[in-house]
């Protein structure tokens, strides 16, 4: 791999400005405006330093400056390579975070904990969505000039079963859990990189607490040594083959299929529009969970690509990693000229991808004409528009694009989108309880539907069918569903997915259609146990 030139390094441009609408982002390079912004109240002010980066992948850039510090614990790469600037002209990189915060329990068992450096330094009973929102609010950011969406903040998963602290009928409801990871996890990310893809530069941002001893100080020192990584050669973890490991469905299909005929019948019997059934794969993955990301990222890349390093972040000390490559949008909240976009892609409706061209383009057409898909994803943009008109403004809600065939790499979906202005004084947390989980993961009536799973699917869910993203210290949010994801622990690489189960569903193609879904992980760690050759 190429590496970026000592020479192309440039002097790092400290800067900081304050985040109020009336204060206008002002370089500060100097002791004297750091106290200035210390003493108006801003306990968080950034330090920035630029580089070019054009020689450089992300994940080259990740693996010098986060993977290098003792393997990347509690770290985080996001990425898009579907290409374009709505999805992909920013990459992020989180270095080792020091805090983070995790839920466990339902109702009054619920539990949130703040955790640093190992320790939990704060514990809160009550609704996680609640402390996470008054958590964000001891903030006063500073912010630099030309920052993107995101800049630091919360990072991380909002699981599944996070529903269950909104909707209060499905609190004792969960099943088994045979994971015991925790239902929310969020890393305080205080050190971030983020690649401009499209000019090629890279921006080191670390933030200061002013109420630490010489905060100034360390801070131009952290990024003086990051800058010097940048120069560094890059380790690249080694892949070995070995021999090739089955993975076993946790839900026997006799058992899956049973539980679509049973949907069905409630179907039939008016109860239900649809619903969506899942099942779990399982797999020994004894590889980098590194390696696992990089195969994935070239079989299917999506618009949202993720890699977690989660080290002793459960309750348990355990080390886990969650990787990625998400084709759909949850929500996003971003500012806009016009207020606060509030985005939901709606995906569903899907057909295995060709073996040629015209196979594809058959598969395509077939697709879009179906009036069973066609039919369900009209149900689920009227969800979106649902969600969104909770918290938009009335008048503002609208659909922006309708039945649009998106492909992946073992797969095609229709996609649609979805949006409307948030609603004055709502915040991030109003928005994801209005819209979370998604609909195309759960089904209609929505809670009904997540009543039935309760019942038909064998485990909890967990991660699988939440959201990965980020709550941004800018204010706004941007989180993918959490589709096309796999789950490494214990040397176990774990990978579920639905299927859209309506009136005239055959139970065999539901099943085919979960399988198709789970392939592309299962792929990739098919391709890590080939040495990635």
């Known amino acids: 791999m190429r590496q970026a030139q000592p020479d192309k390094l440039q002097t790092p441009t400290l800067s ?84 983070w915060l995790r839920a466990r329990g339902f109702g009054s068992e619920a539990r949130t904990e703040v955790v640093t450096d190992g320790t939990v330094v704060e514990t809160a009973s009550g609704n996680p969505l609640d402390f996470i929102a008054a958590y964000r609010q001891r903030f006063r950011v500073a912010t630099a000039p030309d920052m993107p969406r995101f800049a630091g903040g919360l990072a991380g998963y909002f699981g599944y079963d996070t529903v269950r602290h909104i909707e209060k009928k499905l609190e004792h409801t969960c099943p088994p859990d045979d994971l015991h990871l925790p239902d929310i996890l969020l890393l305080h990310t205080d050190e971030l990189a983020v690649i401009d893809n499209l000019s090629g530069k890279l921006h080191l941002m670390v933030y200061a607490d002013p109420a630490q001893p010489q905060a100034y100080t360390a801070a131009q020192q952290r990024l003086q040594a990051l800058r010097e990584r940048l120069r560094q050669p890059v380790q690249v973890p080694a892949v070995s083959a070995s021999t090739p490991q089955p993975a076993v469905r946790t839900f026997a299909k006799a058992d899956y299929l049973q539980s679509v005929e049973r949907a069905q019948e409630l179907i039939f019997a008016g109860d ?19 390696s696992l990301y990089r195969a994935l990222r070239s079989l299917n890349p999506s618009p949202y690509m993720y890699f977690y390093n989660f080290s002793g972040a459960d309750e348990a000390g355990s080390d886990f990693h969650v990787v990625g490559s998400s084709p759909e949008i949850l929500v996003r909240q971003e500012q806009t000229d016009a207020g606060e976009k509030i985005t939901i892609r709606p995906l569903a409706g899907t057909r295995p991808r060709g073996q040629t061209p015209e196979q594809d383009q058959a598969a395509e057409q077939e697709l879009i004409h179906d009036p069973k898909e066609r039919a369900e994803h009209v149900m689920l943009i009227d969800l979106a528009r649902n969600d969104i008109g909770r918290i938009a403004e009335i008048g503002s809600v609208k659909v922006t694009e309708a039945f649009v065939v998106e492909r992946y790499s073992h797969v095609m979906h229709i996609v649609s989108n979805v949006e409307g202005t948030l609603l004055p004084g709502m915040s991030s947390m109003d928005v994801l309880k209005a819209t979370f989980p998604a609909g195309t993961l759960t089904g209609a009536p929505k809670v009904h539907a997540m009543e039935l799973i309760d019942q038909l699917e064998p485990v909890k869910r967990g991660i699988y069918g939440g959201a990965c993203g980020y709550l941004s210290y800018t204010g706004g949010m941007d989180v993918a569903i959490a589709i096309r994801t796999g789950v490494i622990k214990n040397q176990t690489l774990y990978v579920q997915a639905a299927a859209g189960v309506v009136a005239d569903s055959v139970p065999e193609m539901e099943w085919r259609e979960t399988e198709h879904k789970a392939r592309a992980v299962l792929r990739a760690a098919e391709l890590v146990e080939e040495g990635l050759e």
């Open 16 to 99: 900081l400005a304050g985040v109020l609408p009336l204060k206008k982002d002002i370089p500060v390079t100097s002791q004297q405006e750091f106290d200035r912004l210390a003493a108006e109240g801003y306990n968080r002010i950034p330090l920035t330093a630029q580089a070019f980066a054009d020689l450089e992948t992300p994940l080259s850039l990740y693996l010098k400056l986060a993977h290098a510090d003792h393997g990347g614990r509690n770290s985080f790469l996001l990425e898009s390579v579907v290409g374009g600037e709505r999805f992909g002209r920013y990459s992020f990189i989180g270095l080792p975070a020091r805090t």
């Open 272 to 290: 239900f529009m649809q619903v969506q059934v899942g099942q779990r794969i399982q797999k020994p993955f004894a590889h980098s969970p590194l």
